[in-house]
């Protein structure tokens, strides 16, 4: 489990700074929470991929009406330009957009999954990011043509008895579909969607709507009304036996993690939005076969931000080694793999995905880009 980290940080579930009182409990519980987690959760089942001589089907849809959810936050309705029926597709999955600017971004799919007509997304817009979500925002209209590959789905939900869903801010997105299907099928379920403010946290209408026949199944959380909740208390909420469902930021997936392990749920399935933290970094060098040029690679950056710095075209898109979209070939080096798409041959021939993977401390990798 070699991503489940001591704990030396002290984030809270947005990460910012905790208290001592926070940092002694976690300290408490890691040792223990690793044990449990590694025997009793899926923290590290591979997501979902296709084989890999599947070729990604790419689909033109057009924007059929986009709307303002909350602040930041827009969803877009996407069909056929004809109108015809799309794919079906299971609470968890996502589609990949193909943008304007050649961008490719991952979105998890929020509407019903029973409207074989309309595929609905809905994006949060990040200040400081890549600007795949501002363009997003700003570029894709009503009536804009877009290509699109998928669903697919790298979060299945499994319908246990009982389930603990948490989501944070735009972590909705998976976990409502979820929770509708929850409620369809009668489990015994309880969702707590946290967030800055109100006005913040997108679809607390449906989610309202979901709960009205049992209000206490779900748990609206504006940060600014009840101040921003711990992980442990959120877990308390979890059924025993049961299952946790989590989407969020970083720093509460990472806080779930460590501390599930005294909860009384049995299984834990959550999906990150951003990549995951790198473990067990050493610092390597690129070098770029074009033109000889070596590019350090710091213990705490991957491959793939040093790269972008010195190539912004290089695509990408999910940033945790399942999509292949940031694969580059590998002249001469030895290659430390830890994403979950590639083959054995496909290694063999010299592909990485520089997202995840890396070198051996010290060593260099000559790259033909
Ligand atoms: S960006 Fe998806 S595998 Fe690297």
Known sequence: MNTITPVTRPPDL??????DSFMQKL?????HAVTRLARRTTPHTPPRRPPATEMPVIRELV????HQEAEDVVSLRLAAPD????????PGAHIELHLPSGRKRQYSLCGDPADRYRYRIAVRRIANGQGGSAEVHDALTDSMRVAVTGPRNAFPFAAEASILFIAGGIG???ILPMAREAARRGLDWRLVHTGRSRASMPFAAELAELAAAAPSRVSIRPDDEF???ETADLLNLSPAE???YCCGPAPMIDGVRRAFGDSRASALHFERFAPPPITDGRPF???LGGTGRVLPVPHDRSALDVLHEALPDLPFSCRQGFCGTCQVRVAQGHVDHRDRRLTATERAAGAMLPCVSRAPEGQRLVLEV
């Open 227 to 229: 101040s921003a909740p």
């Open 14 to 19: 947005y990460g910012r700074p905790r208290s």
């Open 285 to 287: 060098e690129l070098q």
């Open 172 to 174: 909705i997105t998976p």
């Open 27 to 31: 300290a408490a519980l890691s040792d």
């Open 242 to 244: 049961g299952a946790v």
């Open 63 to 66: 924007v059929a009406a986009k």
């Open 83 to 90: 109108g015809a029926i799309l794919p079906p597709w299971q």
